[in-house]
């Protein structure tokens, strides 16, 4: 059974940067698996910030950025705003075909 | 944009059956595919399978294989999620999503409803 990976917990200061990666145990994170992570605030539906590895939705902010980085798939939030406070999940297409998704345990961000 | 309207929450027994519908507001409805995705309380997000507007293609997560059966109406423009033989540990809020489809690939959780909790209890 495949295994997402992500971080726990982070902690990033106001105006900080931080990086949240995504490793899959079946091998190293490449575009093919369309790398894609969603934002989830307490008590709201998901939202997808990044796809493809590393690009934007239209209403996700530039201090978002998504990258490919020795073999895991990373997120990186330049400038941390309090309200980027929240979950963030990665998900990889495994099959290329829509076929089987999985989600990492997702990272819960704190900005403190 | 793509604006999804769900149905609301559900109390079922152990051994029902639940049926979601997930409304699209995009008239360009087969031109997307929608997935359905699940939150256990307090748990992180799991993926549960994805269908073609366009063609009524089906994929499913094998463990949910035998249990799980989506379906389209498209002159509705809605989208169904059927589970059958409900356990307690099915009890989540279900999420449908959305992307568009080009003619080479689809766009899989840009849009997204806002979830119906399901409750499983004797």
């Known amino acids: 059974q495949t295994v997402v990976t992500q971080e726990p917990s982070l902690t990033v200061s106001p105006g900080g940067t931080v990086t949240l990666t995504c490793a899959s145990t079946?091998?190293?994170?490449?575009?093919?698996?369309?790398p894609t992570w969603i934002q989830q605030k307490p008590g709201q539906a998901p939202r997808s910030l990044i796809y493809?590895?590393?690009r934007r939705q239209s209403w996700t902010p530039a201090r978002f950025s998504g990258s490919l980085l020795g073999g895991k798939a990373a997120l990186t939030l330049s400038g941390a705003q309090p309200e980027d406070e929240a979950d963030y999940y990665c998900v990889l297409d495994y099959t290329g075909r829509q076929a089987h998704w999985v989600f990492g345990g997702g990272t819960k961000l704190t900005v403190l | 944009q793509m604006h999804l309207v769900q149905s609301g929450p559900e109390f079922k027994k152990p051994g029902a059956s639940v049926t979601i519908s997930c409304k699209a507001s995009?008239?360009?409805?087969?031109?997307?595919?929608f997935v359905w995705v699940r939150q256990a309380p307090g748990k992180g997000l799991e993926w549960m399978g994805w269908i073609s507007a366009k063609d009524g293609d089906t994929k499913y997560e094998s463990d949910l294989q035998g249990r799980l059966t989506l379906s389209t109406d498209t002159s509705a423009t809605t989208v169904y999620m059927e589970l059958r033989n409900l356990r307690s540990d099915d009890a989540a809020t279900y999420f449908c999503a959305s992307g568009y489809c080009s003619s080479v690939t689809c766009r899989t959780f840009d849009y997204w409803g806002p979830g119906t909790p399901v409750t499983v209890s004797s």
């Open positions: 493809g590895a590393n």
């Open positions: 995009d008239y360009t409805f087969s031109y997307y595919s």
């Open positions: 079946a091998g190293p994170v490449i575009s093919d698996h369309s």
